[in-house]
């Protein structure tokens, strides 16, 4: 199958983010949930919690948090299988980010044993599904531990920050910001960059697909990612200050 052809960018300049929005409460049962659209990619996000902890963590009095994501069969331009029996690689590797970034929300986990289990299911993708997940799945957490609070489960939320994430990359030698699927299969360097509220970095994954990069290049896609993260984050808080 032949890579989708790439074309300079129609309305939309190389540091803007796709077109967001941000929906809490989208599943009815969930004790935080967000369906988070970015352009065409769409991921709803749910944070449910158990009672109980895994059994390394039990008898400490601490939680735990951790992550799930899996995509639709039909997300994509094809339709995939559905992973039943065993879980891919780059599903694992996924989920895994998702979690880390996740917890980074906390400084500890000492509210109790408590799970909180996010799922990040993408219902439809055009690349940024990994990013739109954790930026969704951020605001489905901070709305389960208030939940939490409001059951008198737990005396105050144990989060401390926020987390987003968006992507940058390289293609035809410009630097570009949130890349849809035509641009992220043609990047010559592809980028996923993880931030907090607070203005620091939780991960960086960056990768010279058809090349390298300098360190110049590098400083331009942060700098591309810091301002796109900030600008998810403000939407974030005008979604929960709603």
Same mark, same amino acid.
């Given at each position: 199958? @032949?890579?989708?052809?790439?074309?300079? !960018?129609?309305?939309?300049?190389?540091?803007?983010?796709? @077109?967001?929005?941000?929906? !809490? =409460?989208?599943?009815?049962?969930?004790?935080?949930? #967000?369906?988070?659209? #970015?352009?065409?990619?769409?991921?709803? #996000?749910?944070?449910?919690?158990?009672?109980?902890?895994?059994? *390394?963590?039990?008898?400490? %009095?601490?939680? *735990?948090?951790?992550?799930?994501?899996?995509?639709? @069969?039909?997300?994509?331009?094809?339709?995939?299988?559905?992973?039943?029996s065993q879980i891919g690689g780059r599903t694992q590797e996924i989920q895994r980010l998702i979690g880390r970034s996740l917890r980074a929300m906390l400084d500890d986990f000492k509210f109790g044993e408590f799970?909180?289990?996010?799922? #990040?299911?993408?219902?439809?993708?055009?690349?940024?599904?990994?990013?739109?997940?954790?930026? %969704?799945?951020?605001?489905?957490?901070?709305?389960?531990?208030?939940?939490?609070?409001?059951?008198?489960?737990?005396?105050?939320?144990?989060?401390?920050? !926020?987390?987003?994430?968006?992507?940058?990359g390289v293609i035809d030698g410009e630097a570009r910001l949130d890349l849809d699927y035509p641009e992220d299969v043609r990047a010559?360097?592809? +980028? =996923?960059?993880? +931030?907090?509220?607070?203005? =620091?970095?939780?991960?960086?994954?960056?990768?010279?697909?058809?090349?390298?990069?300098?360190?110049?290049?590098? =400083?331009?896609?942060?700098?591309?990612?810091?301002?796109?993260? +900030?600008?998810?984050?403000?939407?974030?808080?005008?979604?929960?200050?709603?």
């Amino acid at each position: 199958m @032949p890579a989708p052809e790439v074309t300079p !960018r129609v309305g939309r300049a190389i540091d803007a983010l796709r @077109p967001l929005e941000i929906t !809490r =409460n989208a599943s009815q049962y969930a004790e935080g949930s #967000c369906l988070i659209t #970015c352009g065409n990619t769409r991921v709803l #996000c749910t944070a449910s919690i158990e009672e109980g902890v895994p059994g *390394w963590k039990r008898g400490k %009095g601490e939680g *735990w948090m951790t992550a799930e994501y899996a995509m639709l @069969p039909r997300a994509t331009h094809t339709r995939t299988s559905r992973e039943r029996s065993q879980i891919g690689g780059r599903t694992q590797e996924i989920q895994r980010l998702i979690g880390r970034s996740l917890r980074a929300m906390l400084d500890d986990f000492k509210f109790g044993e408590f799970t909180v289990k996010v799922d #990040c299911d993408v219902l439809q993708a055009d690349g940024g599904t990994r990013t739109a997940s954790i930026t %969704g799945a951020c605001v489905a957490v901070v709305d389960a531990f208030d939940w939490l609070v409001r059951e008198k489960k737990i005396a105050v939320s144990p989060v401390k920050r !926020r987390v987003a994430a968006v992507s940058v990359g390289v293609i035809d030698g410009e630097a570009r910001l949130d890349l849809d699927y035509p641009e992220d299969v043609r990047a010559e360097v592809d +980028m =996923n960059v993880v +931030m907090t509220s607070e203005g =620091n970095y939780v991960e960086v994954q960056g990768t010279g697909e058809h090349g390298t990069f300098d360190r110049a290049a590098l =400083n331009t896609l942060l700098g591309l990612a810091d301002g796109g993260v +900030m600008t998810l984050l403000l939407a974030q808080k005008e979604a929960l200050a709603a």
